[in-house]
């Protein structure tokens, strides 16, 4: 029965990230920043100076780290090898479609971020050389809105 929870949460998961990832590419590009910081521990691991400090050692992974979940190795005894190697498997191809989705969110997060920093500078640069069109108040107004 817990075998099915977590088989059922990984499934979701890589639906979560699936989305995040599909509402990003319709004009949301935030999302893909949260994609990854929310699922980065399972795909990236442990970060220095996010999730500990330089000269001390990383946290241990924990069962949450890894997208199937194994809590229970001592009912995996009894089983056959060919279905504890089946399951590993189906574990190792959710993780790799999980890791598929986040990291194709970080390198959208990326190529966003990176367009948005350029425009940021080319407009502040060659400010003087965009119309007033561009801009949302008309210089003059600056006298009577006190900005």
Same mark, same amino acid.
């Given at each position: 029965m817990a075998d099915s929870n977590t088989q059922t949460k990984a499934q979701e998961e890589i639906l979560l990230s699936k989305r995040m990832f599909?509402?990003?590419?319709?004009?949301?590009?935030?999302?893909?920043?949260?994609?990854?910081? +929310?699922?980065?521990? $399972?795909?990236?691991? %442990?970060?220095?100076?996010? /999730? +500990?400090?330089p000269g $001390?050692?990383?946290? %241990?992974?924990?069962?949450? /780290?890894?997208?199937?979940?194994?809590?229970?190795?001592?009912?995996?005894?009894?089983?056959?090898d060919g279905e504890t190697m089946e399951r590993q498997l189906e574990r190792q191809m959710e993780k790799n479609e999980l890791e598929k989705w986040v990291r194709r969110s970080t390198r959208g997060a990326v190529l966003a971020m990176t367009l948005f920093v350029s425009w940021i500078v080319a407009f502040?640069?060659?400010?003087?050389?965009?119309?007033?069109?561009?801009?949302?108040?008309?210089?003059?107004d600056a006298e009577t809105s006190g900005w």
């Open positions: 599909m509402a990003g590419c319709l004009g949301l590009p935030w999302l893909w920043i949260c994609n990854a910081l +929310y699922f980065r521990s $399972k795909v990236f691991g %442990p970060m220095v100076m996010v /999730d +500990y400090w $001390k050692s990383p946290p %241990p992974p924990t069962s949450d /780290d890894n997208v199937g979940g194994d809590s229970n190795d001592a009912d995996d005894n009894d089983e056959d502040q640069v060659n400010k003087e050389h965009f119309g007033p069109r561009w801009f949302v108040m008309d210089p003059t």
